[in-house]
């Protein structure tokens, strides 16, 4: 079955302090992978994708991610946070066959300590 | 470019009512998704309208429906509402599919009293 696991709901961290947040899936197609991030009251906004290729790509507002095959992973991570980036990050997936979804990951609430 | 419009931004309806949303893709995406965020379930995808047919459905009740104009545009009706039906629903479009970043509306928040 089609299924992506964010396992931290809410994660907390402080200014300045790297970021990881962790994203599986289970997809039987070809995965395409996505990160969003939504503000309160905001509709979802791309952070970054992967289609294939080098397996670290860039997004906006200095966030990456890693696809790791193997783990079926791909976390997000930035190297130094802001208060601004306090949000609600959502890990998707999809594919290019009509007969699969784009399927969302639970969310990962972060708060960050000024 | 315009973003997504998603209309109207609120509403407040009671049970046993019915409601339409209405979403304005961004020009020349061709797909339309609509989603169902509650903070219990999270984001569901509701279905998936491709040049005015609907391609992929969620795990919906069939008072849940939608369609999609020649224009692209699309809206979604949910008749006979139940408090349950209380979320923020969400529009998306791409230019083709699944196998690309959906750009959101900011959404339709809608209240069942």
């Known amino acids: 079955a089609q299924s992506v696991t964010q396992p931290d709901i809410h994660i907390t961290v402080s200014e300045g302090a790297s970021l990881e947040l962790r994203c599986n899936y289970s997809?039987?197609?070809?995965?395409?992978l996505f990160w969003y991030v939504q503000s309160p009251g905001q509709g979802l906004q791309l952070l970054l994708k992967?289609?294939?290729?080098?397996?670290l790509v860039q997004g906006i507002k200095g966030f990456e991610a890693e696809f790791k095959r193997s783990q079926s992973s791909f976390n997000l991570r930035k190297p130094s946070v802001h208060w601004s980036d306090a949000a609600e990050y959502f890990c998707?997936?999809?594919?290019?066959?009509?007969?699969?979804?784009?399927?969302f990951g639970t969310g990962t609430r972060l708060k960050v300590l000024a | 470019k315009a973003g997504v419009t998603q209309t109207p931004r609120y509403l407040i309806k009671t049970r046993g009512q019915q409601v339409t949303l209405s979403c304005s893709p961004i020009s020349g995406h061709r797909s339309v998704s609509w989603y169902q965020q509650t903070p219990g379930q999270g984001l569901q995808f509701l279905f998936e309208y491709f040049s005015e047919t609907q391609r992929n459905k969620g795990n919906f009740p069939g008072r849940f429906s939608g369609r999609q104009f020649s224009n692209s545009r699309s809206e979604m009706n949910v008749s006979t509402l139940e408090l349950g039906d209380s979320a923020l629903y969400l529009c998306?479009?791409?230019?083709?599919?699944?196998?690309?970043?959906?750009?959101f509306g900011d959404g339709t928040r809608l209240s069942i009293l």
């Open positions: 998707a997936v999809g594919a290019a066959s009509g007969t699969y979804k784009y399927i």
């Open positions: 997809y039987g197609a070809t995965p395409y």
């Open positions: 992967y289609f294939s290729g080098d397996t």
């Open positions: 998306a479009s791409s230019l083709t599919g699944f196998n690309q970043p959906q750009h």
